[in-house]
């Protein structure tokens, strides 16, 4: 599936863990995004100013810089950037079958379930 030109690229998986802190925080300082990355792996201040910067250019977040503080927000809505992902291995993955994609996802899902009481969780 070719992506339109107003569609942002597919977000990698650090690029998803600042996105979850901006729709569960809304618009964020850089400190304010660092500290609550923090909170499940160590991150550097530099390094999530650098990563914000590089999604703002892929259209994945936008800055505000009209204080002294720039912030920043999700670009799209968590929901559609869901459903860009989702659309995007229905494509790529299981080419455009829907029902493929729900039977792995349900396996996957009763696998993990026995895995777990296996553990004895």
């Known amino acids: 599936m070719k992506r339109s030109p107003?569609?942002?690229p597919r977000p990698t998986q650090t690029e998803l863990d600042i996105l979850r802190v901006?729709?569960?925080?809304?618009?964020?300082?850089?400190?304010?995004?660092?500290?609550?990355?923090?909170?499940?792996?160590?991150?550097?201040y530099t390094t999530v100013l650098k990563m914000l910067q590089i999604m703002t250019v892929k259209g994945l977040a936008a800055r505000d810089d009209r204080g002294r503080?720039?912030?920043?927000?999700?670009?799209?809505p968590q929901e559609q950037t869901q459903r860009q992902?989702?659309?995007?291995?229905l494509e790529r993955v299981f080419e455009g079958s829907a029902s493929q994609l729900i039977q792995q996802a349900l396996a996957s899902s009763a696998h993990r379930a026995r895995k777990w009481?296996?553990?004895g969780a």
């Not at 400190?31 to 550097?44: A, F, I, K, M, Y």
């Open 6 to 8: 107003a569609q942002p």
């Open 22 to 44: 901006l729709w569960q925080r809304g618009p964020s300082s850089v400190r304010d995004v660092q500290e609550s990355l923090n909170d499940s792996r160590p991150t550097g």
């Open 69 to 76: 503080t720039h912030v920043y927000r999700a670009a799209l």
């Open 85 to 89: 992902i989702v659309t995007d291995l």
């Open 117 to 119: 009481r296996r553990s």
